[in-house]
């Protein structure tokens, strides 16, 4: 055993998996065996492994300048150009962009900004942040707080109600609706919930809601139609700002070039974009903000002397050449509309899995989709406790195939942007076989109804 304290890990289950190289859309571990990388690691390696433009490019910048920071007035030209590419594709209105190295600090900062914003205005009891049930936001203390799993905030006695947190439902038809509802009421009935929250909490208190515009962690949760739609009426009605987690929707990942394109959500104030930005081959993350956001910040911000806010890898050069490098191929390849194509493909073999018993919802779009596993069909009923996904996920792995178990019993797929039809079926094959595994596993341990 190693001395690494392991991320999101069962500190009596670590080590169980060396992955040593990469290539395309597989991995190799320790013993030589491989895997196609059905989670593209994290949800972030879009373009694969072993791309050498990437490589290169982070091999040349380090050559001419392997750091720099952009505290105090300085500033290098790859982290402008890439602020200004951003700018020119996020659908914020007069963007401006603040870098980090991950989606949490990104999260983090994006309430930071929040508060000075609205105490530049005047309006320093505007700080309340909506988020909604079983969301996901991130592990830093502030991101975590927003992030509505309770694995991530159990023994952290994080301050939820110190940094104004409330929350709303989750937009999960499947797990959420009433007997008899469809699914037009039930998003009349939880938008009228988040209504009824701002009033009772005072529109005048509350900044933002802050949603992923299909959900990663939390089990892969598409929202019904007329959600959102419903969802912004209601956040222009009280002057509220959305705020579009698109950490992992962002970048061609469903099938369009934001998560906000593909469900209709027009103009947030506010995106956070990380993971695909940069293949994942640097750690880079982006706060977005809206012009007039930034405009109220800047004449405090001189008053002080400086915007207290930045972190050493602000802006890394290294980082940005390898961003700016991604964007160029996903657009000189056409990677989004690729992903819609396969996307389209990914989603109708896994619909092939709808009638299994073990499957209760089959749900995604484009290239991110899961199917959760039921004790009971008919019912929907839940299996207790995450061991059935668990299993899943080692059964897959057996098979050479990475997935990820999230939301308890739900089999996560994200695989890399470039995967081809071929690999496509190869996935859905190596599944099947892991599925079936899992329901003899489920049968000799009488954990079905």
Not at 58 to 74: D, R
Not at 107 to 121: E, G, P, Q
Not at 271 to 280: C, F, G, N, P
Not at 382 to 407: K, Y
Request: overall charge negative.
């Amino acid at each position: 055993m190693s001395a690494v304290i392991y991320p999101t890990t069962n500190f009596k289950a670590i080590e169980q998996l060396t992955i040593e190289r990469g290539e395309g859309v597989y991995v190799y571990d320790s013993n030589g065996k491989q895997y196609l990388e059905g989670m593209a690691g994290l949800w972030c390696t879009s373009l694969g492994y072993g791309n050498r433009e990437l490589i290169e490019t982070a091999a040349e910048q380090m050559g001419s300048l392997s750091f720099s920071h952009m505290f105090g007035g300085k500033t290098h030209s790859v982290g402008m150009e890439l602020a200004d590419k951003l700018a020119s594709m996020v659908p914020v209105e007069n963007a401006r962009v603040f870098f980090g190295s991950s989606g949490s600090d990104a999260n983090d900062t994006h309430i930071k900004m929040l508060h000075y914003y609205f105490s530049a205005i005047g309006k320093p009891q505007k700080r309340k942040i909506i988020a909604r049930e079983r969301s996901y936001h991130g592990v830093t203390v502030a991101a975590a707080s927003l992030t509505g799993l309770p694995v991530n905030q159990a023994h952290f006695d994080l301050p939820v109600e110190a940094l104004g947190i409330l929350r709303t439902d989750a937009p999960h038809y499947y797990r959420g609706a009433l007997a008899g509802e469809s699914e037009a009421d039930f998003v009349t009935r939880i938008t009228n919930n988040l209504e009824q929250l701002i009033l009772r909490e005072g529109p005048d208190t509350i900044a933002a809601f802050i949603a992923e515009p299909i959900t990663g962690a939390s089990g892969v949760i598409v929202p019904p139609a007329g959600y959102y739609e419903k969802v912004q009426a209601i956040l222009n009605k009280y002057d509220i700002l959305f705020w579009a987690d698109e950490v992992i929707t962002g970048f061609g990942r469903t099938g369009n070039d934001f998560g906000c394109t593909t469900m209709g959500i027009e103009r947030p104030a506010l995106m956070t974009l990380a993971k695909q930005l940069s293949s994942a081959y640097m750690p880079i993350s982006a706060s977005v903000i809206s012009g007039d956001l930034y405009d109220a910040m800047v004449e405090p911000s001189n008053k002080l002397g400086v915007f207290g806010h930045g972190y050493t890898y602000s802006g890394h050069p290294v980082a940005c050449a390898v961003a700016l490098k991604t964007l160029e191929i996903y657009q000189r390849d056409d990677i989004f509309g690729r992903a819609a194509r396969m996307g389209e493909y990914l989603q109708r073999r896994l619909a092939e899995f709808r009638d299994h018993p073990l499957v209760g919802e089959v749900r995604g779009s484009g290239m991110i989709g899961a199917l959760e596993l039921v004790a009971d069909k008919a019912s929907g009923k839940a299996f207790d406790g995450g061991a059935v996904g668990a299993f899943a996920q080692r059964a897959c792995e057996q098979h050479g195939l990475i997935t990820r178990a999230v939301a308890g019993s739900s089999i996560a797929f994200c695989p890399p942007l470039i995967i081809s039809e071929a690999q496509i079926d190869e996935l859905i094959e190596k599944f099947g076989k892991a599925l079936a595994d899992t329901q003899d596993f489920v049968t000799r341990e009488k954990l079905v109804a």
